[in-house]
């Protein structure tokens, strides 16, 4: 069974500019999380789907972050414009049900 | 608001050692605790699951308890090896609520 996929593995931008993240989660998984994880810390959660639809997405900063699940599938991470404070690990997962999360390897964003 | 912490924050054992490592979250009103496996660049593997009706979890020399009243958790890990090497991280389900909280994590270093 293949797992939650993500791209690109790294990315290294200017400050104000804008990127976006990929995940393609394990077939059949209803349910897709977005984490950030800043060095040194456990990873905190940004948004939830269920489906097409959002759970939660109390810890999204919304003034600068965008997050789409088209057809309940793959799911885009955006940030414009990007800040200093935005260089993490960002990590997907997926889940068919609430108890068991499968994470991608991440995407490593590095803002300079 | 649930917060996780854990100690220690860096752990150093030469081979063969068993050890302990030590997860404490605020708000005992939680659905489950899941230690999870970070190795630098991947992503997380879960390790173990304890639903709140349990006591503790085994998977191979891995052992995790969990003390709900207190609001603690121990990942055991007998006879520790070099490719053991790698950040635990502890995560909490809350109650109602579908999300994890984790807690900074611990760097194992087990060497040959």
């Known amino acids: 069974e293949a797992g939650v996929a993500q791209s690109p593995r790294y990315k290294i931008i200017e400050k104000r500019q804008s990127v976006a993240f990929w995940c393609n989660p394990i077939s059949g998984h209803a349910t897709l999380y977005w984490y950030q994880q800043i060095l040194g810390q456990g990873p905190k959660l940004l948004i939830q789907f269920q489906n097409n639809g959002v759970v939660d997405d109390s810890q999204l900063p919304k003034d600068r972050f965008s997050a789409e699940r088209l057809k309940g599938v793959d799911s885009t991470l955006k940030i414009q414009p990007a800040k200093l404070e935005d260089s993490a690990v960002y990590l997907c997962a997926s889940s068919p049900y609430t108890d068991t999360q499968y994470f991608g390897p991440g995407t490593r964003l590095t803002v300079l | 608001k649930q917060e996780v912490t854990q100690i220690p924050a860096a752990l150093s054992v030469p081979e063969g050692e068993n050890l302990v490592l030590n997860c404490s979250f605020t708000d005992s009103a939680i659905y489950n605790l899941q230690w999870f496996r970070q190795d630098p660049g991947k992503g997380l593997t879960s390790l173990l699951l304890i639903q709140s009706s349990q006591r503790e979890q085994t998977s191979g020399r891995l052992n995790a308890s969990l003390d709900k009243s207190s609001g603690r958790s121990t990942l055991y890990i007998a006879a520790s090896q070099p490719g053991d090497s790698a950040t635990y991280l502890c995560?909490?389900?809350?109650?109602?609520?579908?999300?994890?909280?984790f807690g900074k994590g611990t760097m194992l270093l087990v060497s040959p």
């Open positions: 995560a909490v389900t809350s109650s109602g609520y579908s999300t994890l909280t």
